[in-house]
């Protein structure tokens, strides 16, 4: 099952839905539990918990007649786990593997849909890419067991971890945290539908050339430690994300750096999942 936030042209509002071969299936409405659905988060949880009363509806919406939203609730916590995988690139030298994941957050306006345009900033041209699988929680979880960990995902995204190198230097949160610089989406696919997430590939592509490509099982801490990890630190909820760090080939890993220009299409996949697509422009 495909989850997805979307608006149509007719309503200011975000809705949520299912994805159909023929469009959306609108969610708003439906009750799960005696509540009605209102939030992505939600709608995970309730997938999680009774997928039947989801799954089945025709298509409300064309997809012609919706544009996506980010997948995620306002309000909801973007978590995000760096340096984890083993890539030289922009840390350079031989890079030691970090003790623990290395934590960080994004906050709102960092990212846009798919379709929506990345925005160069103006006070850099060092702008740069970096495709994550991205898991949605989808059961509330406080100090969970590593082993117990993928019991409390209920979705997984794609992510592009849009990344500020020059502003970096000043600081993690500068430099990953520009307006619009990243990307998130196109919906959520169901923890039901991926039976491992070590077995993912996540693909990036610029302009139809493959600039990165790496298996999730490459990654450092596994998705099950990580969310393990950040649950001591936080009571985890239904809709967060958790962003699980990307492999070498973004640009700033290139001689000379092939960083991202106005005009550039950025096509993020993970099969499986979807495709993320968005198109490069100045601020």
């Not at 799954?55 to 973007?78: L, N």
């Not at 994941?101 to 900033?121: C, M, Q, S």
């Not at 592009?160 to 500068?174: F, K, L, P």
């Not at 039901?192 to 993912?200: F, G, N, S, V």
Request: a negative charge; aromatic letters at 6%.
């Amino acid at each position: 099952m495909r989850l997805l936030r979307y608006t149509i042209a007719e309503s200011p509002r975000t809705h949520v839905g299912v994805a159909t071969p023929e469009g959306v299936a609108s969610l708003d409405g439906v009750e799960v539990g005696g509540s009605p659905i209102t939030t992505i988060g939600q709608a995970i949880a309730s997938a999680m918990s009774d997928p039947a009363a989801l799954d089945g509806a025709s298509a409300d919406h064309g997809w012609d007649d919706i544009s996506f939203a980010v997948p995620v609730d306002p309000g909801a916590r973007m978590l995000c786990a760096g340096a984890n995988y083993h890539k030289k690139y922009p840390l350079g030298g031989n890079v030691q593997a970090p003790a623990q994941p290395v934590y960080f957050n994004k906050p709102p306006g960092t990212l846009v849909a798919h379709g929506e345009h990345l925005v160069r900033p103006a006070v850099s041209v060092q702008f740069d890419y970096e495709v994550e699988l991205a898991v949605v929680i989808g059961r509330t979880g406080r100090h969970i067991e590593a082993a117990d960990a993928l019991d409390y995902v209920g979705g997984y995204s794609i992510l592009n971890d849009g990344s500020v190198r020059d502003w970096q230097r000043h600081s993690v949160a500068a430099g990953k945290n520009f307006f619009r610089s990243g990307s998130l989406g196109p919906w959520i696919t169901t923890a039901d539908e991926i039976a491992d997430p070590a077995a993912l590939e996540v693909i990036c592509r610029v302009n139809g050339t493959e600039r990165q490509r790496a298996s999730v099982s490459e990654m450092i801490f596994s998705v099950a430690e990580i969310v393990s990890y950040l649950s001591r630190v936080m009571p985890l909820e239904p809709g967060d994300v958790i962003a699980t760090g990307s492999p070498e080939g973004t640009g700033g890993s290139f001689e000379p750096p092939r960083w991202l220009e106005p005009g550039d299409e950025i096509a993020l996949e993970i099969p499986g999942i979807g495709v993320l697509e968005n198109r490069v422009i100045d601020e």
